[in-house]
């Protein structure tokens, strides 16, 4: 059982470069989210999606795009990146409340993809 | 707005003594949930244990145990007769209930546990 799957997990850019970070769910959860782990600062909330088709911002939305064309994926992208963009990225999914599905709260988390902008 | 607070950084034992690990959170909300997430050295996120606002019950399971107060707003984890596997980065995480959608988690700062053999 896959659970939650990123990929890259390590990518090294230059600033400027784009690229796209992939995170693929096998448990048929609504919610999606990306966070980014920094050193002191615990995981910060960049978008989230309550659907396929649906995207909205967290609390450090800035420079970054997301799409979740599929209910299974949620895909991350970094347009130009910047240095400030070094950071640890995790993906998680987790149940609706709305869609009558066991609802823990919880969320399942990836195994986190490191990303270094020179 | 919401908030998590762990104050301590770091915290360094020795095997087998106990642990206590401070989470002070925020919200305006009256319906919301706390949780605890153990990060290992190896990266992943492991879930530890949620407890909704309306339950203040202290819980133990196996050498964990949290403290929840309401009345302080802190939910404290205590880790006895420590381990060194136990030693990871342990976050306070606080879900808001009111949001319109989503589970989406605050966390706090983390605190990084070592235990020393």
């Known amino acids: 059982n896959a659970g939650v799957t990123q990929t890259p997990k390590f990518r090294v850019l230059k600033t400027g470069q784009s690229m796209t970070l992939l995170c693929a769910q096998d448990m048929n959860h609504e919610y999606m989210y990306w966070y980014r782990q920094d050193p002191g600062m615990g995981l910060r909330l960049i978008h989230y999606s309550v659907g396929e088709g649906t995207t909205a911002k967290g609390e450090v939305p800035d420079g970054y795009n997301v799409s979740r064309l599929k209910k299974q994926n949620f895909l991350l992208g970094l347009e130009s990146a910047a240095p400030s963009q070094t950071s640890v990225y995790f993906c998680?999914?987790?149940?609706?409340?709305?869609?009558?599905?066991?609802?823990?709260?919880?969320?399942?988390f990836g195994e986190g993809s490191r990303l270094t902008v020179l | 707005a919401q908030k998590v607070t762990q104050a301590q950084t770091e915290i360094s034992v020795v095997e087998k003594e106990d642990v206590t690990l401070d989470c002070v959170y925020e919200?305006?909300?009256?319906?919301?949930?706390l949780f605890w997430y153990k990060q290992p050295p190896s990266g992943e996120l492991v879930f530890l244990i949620r407890?909704?606002?309306?339950?203040?019950q202290n819980e133990i399971s196996g050498r964990y145990s949290w403290n929840f107060q309401k009345s302080t707003s802190s939910f404290n984890f205590t880790i006895t007769a420590s381990q060194v596997v136990d030693s990871a980065v342990y976050f306070c995480?606080?879900?808001?209930?009111?949001?319109?959608?989503?589970?989406?988690?605050?966390f706090g700062g983390g605190t990084r546990v070592l235990v020393k053999p």
């Open positions: 919200t305006r909300d009256t319906t919301y949930y």
């Open positions: 998680a999914s987790s149940y609706s409340r709305r869609l009558g599905q066991i609802n823990t709260g919880e969320l399942f």
């Open positions: 995480a606080l879900s808001d209930e009111g949001v319109a959608a989503g589970n989406k988690l605050t």
């Open positions: 407890r909704n606002s309306f339950d203040e």
